[in-house]
């Protein structure tokens, strides 16, 4: 009988601005929420109704990355869309084997500027600067394998390597 690792936690990350580190990052950074877009179904032969999502087809999509204090690579990033990539090391614990293992984490994302929040002013304090980005493409890789795959503008949407959309687009 094998054993699967236990997924413990991000050991550390890094967020990358096509293919420089951003520096000045605070601690986190909320990842987007995935809303299908969906239609109420109701009628004949259905008692009451349900929500019946649009495969592939997802509301808007949005991260804020956030940083400590205003410093000028806020400003650079309104000024066009980009590519940023969120690379992470996740550690697991291997119960055969007694010990700790590392996974590479790396999330892509395709973005147009939304929109910054300055933050808050005070002595001693962080201003908790945000920018906010609309993500067009996303693509979840572990470990070298594609998780998930989205990309709204080319009408790709790829869940654990099953291309969902493959026979809609080849229909439309």
Do not use: C, W
């Amino acid at each position: 009988m094998s054993v699967n690792p236990i997924p413990e936690k991000v050991v550390n990350y890094n967020v990358y601005d096509e293919t420089d580190k951003l520096i000045g990052l605070s601690s986190e950074v909320s990842l987007p929420n995935l809303e299908a877009m969906t239609e109420t179904i109701s009628g004949a032969g259905i008692a009451g109704e349900y929500e019946s999502p649009t495969p592939g087809h997802f509301g808007s999509i949005s991260i804020e990355i956030p940083f400590r204090v205003i410093y000028d690579r806020s400003f650079k990033l309104m000024t066009k869309g980009r590519t940023l990539v969120l690379r992470a090391s996740q550690q697991s614990y291997d119960v055969a084997g007694g010990s700790v293992q590392f996974r590479p984490l790396k999330i892509t994302l395709k973005t147009i500027p939304k929109g910054l929040d300055l933050g808050t002013i005070a002595p001693g304090k962080m201003t908790e600067t945000k920018n906010t980005f609309e993500i067009l493409y996303i693509k979840i890789e572990e470990n070298g394998k594609t998780l998930f795959e989205l990309d709204k503008t080319n009408f790709i949407y790829i869940v654990d390597g099953i291309d969902i959309l493959k026979s809609v687009r080849n229909q439309i």
